[in-house]
């Protein structure tokens, strides 16, 4: 039996970015990262759309992105001279009905009072900036002219799995199995392969299956698995000047090099709870809901070419679509990461930080977190994140 001072639950971004941040603010004792897929071939992080925006509707979420953002600028001074994400900086642009008006400027104010570089712009404005598009049924827009876009997700993950390597990390390939608790503490985490390690601190950072875990400990968590499918198409026009583009029915686009990748027609009066091994992507979604949205908001998307598809899995919570972060309340010594509900990747440099920081020195510094703590789901208070894509 193996101990540790900490053992993180979950190696793909979340649980790399706490290490990786641990060790940066001065942690001197022993982890475990725990991963029970270490290619990520069905991660949240490498099959998610890989974005980063500041339009959220609430402070605390735009100051997360902000500090990812700020991480971004400085890669190659943290991560190496070679350290790069392929960041395509081209912006969010999310339109609005005349129904949906009011949020979007509500949010708009929150953004711009957190110095995001957000410009709301009526739909004759909108058309004459963005020619391809149609504004029909469209009240107003909101365009992030900086400091949003697309990257590599992949790239931005074995970044921080890489850096971890003379660390002194030890990288734990199982799936975990149990957790014993003693009272108001999470004494020992059983894995798959026989193992027990014991933990002074155990983190969930187990992405979609974060509610399952913590279920183990007798704790719930309101964290499930929700599929999300992804489409791959061409067209014979080529827009430069695209951001990544919402559609007021939550359908999005966006260019990938020279073809467009398109989601987001999940309903919501059907969303349910998926099942963990499935992973095949909703066609009928493309062909029924998104295609033709599609052709009617970029008339130029009527003549495409389907190419392929993926699913992959948000880690959803289902009280008010935000993170929960930080120590549990009594079993002080078990940490959420858990339940970004598809901002996880942008979110997770800044989660790693602050929860480091946490554990170090006993409090937030950088960003204060306390909004996203546990005490809210126990009591049943949502804080509500309004722009979820």
Same mark, same amino acid.
């Not at 270490?38 to 500041?54: D, K, Y």
């Not at 193992?195 to 007798?218: H, K, W």
């Not at 949205?293 to 009527?302: G, S, T």
């Not at 392929?308 to 919570?317: F, I, L, P, T």
């Given at each position: ?171 734990? !390939? ?21 193992? !027990? ?193």
């Amino acid at each position: 039996m193996a101990g540790y001072d900490i053992v993180i639950i979950g190696g793909a971004i979340v649980g790399s970015s706490i290490a990786w941040h641990l060790r940066e603010e001065g942690f001197a004792g022993t982890i475990a990262l725990v991963e029970r897929d270490p290619q990520f071939a069905r991660a949240a992080t490498t099959l998610s759309c890989a974005s980063i925006r500041q339009q959220f509707s609430i402070a605390e979420n735009i100051r997360l992105s902000q500090y990812t953002l700020a991480l971004f600028r400085r890669l190659k001074q943290e991560f190496g001279a070679e350290a790069d994400i392929a960041f395509r900086e081209k912006g969010y642009l999310i339109l609005a009905s005349e129904e949906g008006l009011p949020v979007l400027k509500a949010s708009h104010a929150v953004q711009t009072a957190e110095g995001a570089d957000i410009l709301m712009e009526d739909a004759a404005a909108l058309s004459r900036r963005f020619g391809w598009l149609s504004t029909e049924g469209i009240a107003g827009g909101a365009w992030g002219r900086s400091g949003e876009g697309w990257f590599d997700a992949h790239a931005l993950l074995m970044l921080f799995r890489k850096a971890l390597k003379d660390r002194k990390i030890d990288m734990i !390939r199982a799936s975990v199995t149990g957790l014993n608790r003693q009272g108001n503490r999470i004494t020992a985490v059983k894995l798959d392969n026989g193992e !027990r390690l014991e933990a002074g601190i155990v983190m969930n950072a187990a992405g979609p299956n974060g509610g399952r875990v913590a279920a183990m400990a007798g704790i719930a968590l309101p964290v499930e698995p929700r599929k999300r499918s992804v489409f791959v198409f061409e067209a014979r026009e080529r827009f430069d000047d695209m951001p990544l583009l919402v559609d007021p029915s939550g359908i999005y686009v966006r260019p990938e090099g020279s073809v467009y990748i398109t989601g987001g027609a999940e309903p919501h009066e059907t969303d349910r709870a998926a099942d963990p091994g499935d992973f095949e992507p909703d066609w009928p979604l493309f062909e029924e809901t998104i295609w033709p949205v599609l052709a009617a908001r970029i008339p130029a998307f009527e003549a495409i070419k389907v190419g392929r598809a993926w699913a992959g899995h948000y880690d959803y919570n289902t009280l008010d679509q935000n993170a929960v972060i930080g120590q549990h309340p009594e079993v002080k010594n078990f940490i959420f990461a858990n339940g970004f509900s598809g901002h996880g990747l942008q979110q997770a440099p800044a989660v790693g930080r602050a929860l480091a920081e946490l554990i170090v020195h006993g409090g937030y510094r950088t960003i204060d977190c306390s909004v996203f703590g546990y005490e809210r789901v126990a009591q049943g208070r949502p804080y509500r994140e309004l722009n979820v894509i």
